[in-house]
């Protein structure tokens, strides 16, 4: 049990010294020094001992000291000179004991064991903090630096409807989430929802960035997934032009989202041709990282590996990948990042992000998504509301959502409405970059003919035409 003296008078004497009282375990006992009767409790625990005298006093001091060894001393005072008289008669008797001060004044002294709590900061901190958009920081935990952070998911961020699991946490973590009032049990599927309060730790610069990157409301994809957008090349499966296409629409996307570098994981790689052509493609581009695998590692093992070594957010795949569908679904799920499906149409002629709305919480989660990406593509967002069948009862909630996002983000919003079949009206269309949910069953076999699918992401994933970003999702709401 430590022995702790603490010296109290002042306008905060009272109200620390209930501080102190209330967070009393009985693990401590507690000399308690003070010059008026006003601070004291009306509870006075077994475990602390009162002296009423004036603690600029060298002999009544020298007593207290003298009676109990003691491992720490709290100090607030009402002036700088009672506060240095008082630790120069501290340190006359231990040399070594650790003091904690409440300043006002701004002392400065060579005392390594002297640890100076500024008031005023502190006071400033607080109130600056009750301000919007401003971050709340942990002040006196760990090494005080500001390791330990509160954020509050606004609406609109690319954060919310954003599972744990899915948010890359490099050098910071999430350890805490309120909701309503309430603490939830943090599991890596839970979603985080706007206004959700969540409490990070992790190195302060990186803190401040990721709360201005969870405070933004666009520009932010392939955040909160990773920063770097990674194309997957297999030169076995590809011909040449699908290679150019690859490479030109992997730099086109690589240019226009914020990410920091694109990797070009080239791998069984065919002829020397082929490679001069990849090889001019990249050369001048400073962003672009090419990377060649000659020793046939196979996919699993290529990307397990650069996962670890890169910050994925998005993963870009051709059509042949998809052949064999079974060979890459544990992959792709294992990541838990956004897909870049390669579709026939040229990326560099999309107008349109487009979204067949389909069951309303995989599509509430990937709503940010899509208007963050409409944003950096400076395009416009197509919603298909269809419902043929009369079964999407929550349709027009989902509906109203993306209304509200679209205004948040300042985007565009088209909604094409009726009642056929969602995806005979999507084959109309021209020049869309999907976005869809990414779904277990997408990589199933299909064992009927697709005239009968009656959902419209299966239908739309088996679609050749358009490109597509599928986004990992969540079934915890």
């Known amino acids: 049990m430590k022995k702790i003296l603490i010296i109290l008078d002042g306008i905060v004497a009272k109200k620390l010294l209930q501080r102190i009282v209330e967070s009393n375990t009985g693990d401590n006992n507690y000399d308690v020094v003070y010059l008026n009767d006003v601070i004291l409790p009306v509870q006075k625990p077994s475990n602390f001992t009162f002296y009423k005298f004036d603690p600029t006093s060298n002999s009544k001091l020298a007593m207290v000291l003298g009676k109990n060894i003691h491992s720490e001393v709290l100090m607030a005072l009402n002036s700088k000179d009672e506060m240095l008289s008082v630790i120069k008669n501290i340190r006359e008797y231990k040399k070594n004991l650790q003091i904690t001060i409440l300043d006002y004044w701004g002392i400065k002294l060579n005392d390594p064991f002297l640890n100076i709590y500024k008031g005023i900061e502190v006071l400033a901190k607080g109130m600056v903090e009750r301000l919007p958009n401003v971050p709340v920081l942990a002040q006196n935990i760990g090494l005080k630096q500001g390791e330990i952070m509160e954020i509050r998911i606004p609406f609109g961020s690319s954060y919310a409807y954003r599972s744990i699991a899915s948010i890359e946490q490099k050098q910071w973590r999430i350890f805490g989430i309120y909701r309503n009032q309430k603490m939830l049990d943090l599991k890596p599927t839970l979603v985080l929802k706007p206004n959700d309060l969540i409490l990070v730790i992790g190195k302060p610069t990186v803190l401040m960035n990721i709360y201005n990157v969870i405070g933004k409301t666009q520009g932010q994809f392939p955040m909160p997934f990773g920063s770097k957008i990674y194309l997957y090349l297999d030169l076995y499966l590809e011909s040449e032009k699908s290679v150019k296409k690859a490479l030109a629409e992997a730099k086109f996307l690589n240019n226009k989202l914020k990410n920091s570098l694109l990797i070009i994981k080239i791998t069984r790689p065919t002829t020397v041709h082929i490679m001069d052509i990849i090889k001019d493609e990249v050369r001048h581009f400073p962003t672009i990282i ?27 795949l051709t059509l042949p990948m998809f052949k064999n569908k079974e060979a890459i679904k544990d992959v792709i799920f294992d990541l838990k990042i956004p897909i870049f499906k390669f579709g026939k149409e040229s990326l560099r002629a999309v107008k349109n992000v487009g979204v067949v709305l389909n069951d309303s919480g995989n599509y509430e989660q990937i709503s940010p998504i899509v208007f963050d990406v409409a944003s950096q593509l400076k395009v416009k967002t197509k919603i298909f509301d269809f419902d043929p069948i009369g079964e999407k009862d929550n349709q027009v909630r989902l509906l109203d959502h993306f209304e509200s996002l679209a205004k948040i983000f300042n985007e565009k919003l088209e909604i094409i409405q009726g009642s056929e079949n969602p995806i005979r009206e999507l084959r109309k269309q021209k020049e869309i970059l999907q976005i869809l949910p990414l779904k277990e069953k997408m990589f199933r076999k299909r064992f009927f003919i697709k005239f009968f699918y009656t959902n419209s992401d299966l239908v739309s994933f088996d679609m050749d035409r358009f490109n597509q970003i599928l986004i990992p999702v969540s079934d915890e709401q």
């Open 290 to 316: 090419l990377q060649i695998d000659y020793a046939n590692k196979g996919f699993k093992e290529i990307i397990k590996e650069d996962s670890r070594k890169y910050n994925i957010g998005l993963l870009m």
